[in-house]
């Protein structure tokens, strides 16, 4: 008869066995995701490196704002395929459909919660395009009239005539704005 000291020994014995087996069965997957990770990371940097090369032919230097929140969001996307698709390879593909697709409804909830955000961020990149409307141009938008002092993603700050300045939201500025008068003198000059 075996004593509970002998149980015990076994008991480890096993559980020693089970997980070398487990580790022995797993090697290849390990091997595997190393590899797809290792070629994941350098076809996304030259993925993201493309990209910004684009969007910098597309936009000019003072706009490189643009040019990094096109490539960082890229760079989310991909990274995230990525780690769904490691996931699938190591086995865990239940794990990477759920995953993927409660990140779908996250995300749905997020980009509700922040419509505004994102509509004065759309805006700003068009009001950045617009050849009208530039700081030192004389604008009349909101209620407002005075001269652009600086474009960002999200609001427009505009100076006034007694020199206080106006921060407004871009979605309200793109809806309706009109350019007053002529470009200023600095924008004709040849350099």
Avoid at 67 to 78: D, I, N, R
Avoid at 81 to 100: E, N, P, R, T
Avoid at 116 to 133: K, Q
Wanted: hydrophobic share 50%.
């Amino acid at each position: 008869m075996a004593g509970p000291a002998d149980f015990l020994v076994e008991l480890v014995q096993e559980t020693f066995t089970t997980f070398q087996a487990g580790v022995l069965d797993a090697f290849p997957r390990l091997v595997m995701g190393l590899v797809f990770l290792t070629l994941s990371y350098v076809g996304i940097k030259i993925a993201l490196r493309i990209t910004r090369s684009a969007l910098d032919a597309i936009y000019p230097d003072e706009q490189d704002l643009i040019v990094s929140l096109g490539v960082t969001v890229a760079g989310l996307f991909l990274w995230f395929a990525a780690g769904l698709a490691l996931l699938k390879i190591l086995g865990m593909g239940d794990v990477a459909a759920s995953l993927g697709t409660a990140t779908g409804f996250i995300a749905l909830g997020v980009s509700y919660a922040l419509s505004g955000m994102i509509a004065d961020t759309v805006a700003g990149v068009y009001l950045l395009r617009d050849p009208d409307f530039n700081p030192g141009y004389r604008v009349t938008t909101d209620g407002v009239t005075g001269e652009v002092r600086s474009i960002g993603l999200r609001k427009s700050r505009i100076e006034l005539d007694g020199g206080d300045v106006v921060v407004l939201a871009n979605g309200a500025v793109e809806k309706k704005w009109t350019k007053e008068g002529e470009e200023p003198a600095a924008v004709h000059e040849d350099s």
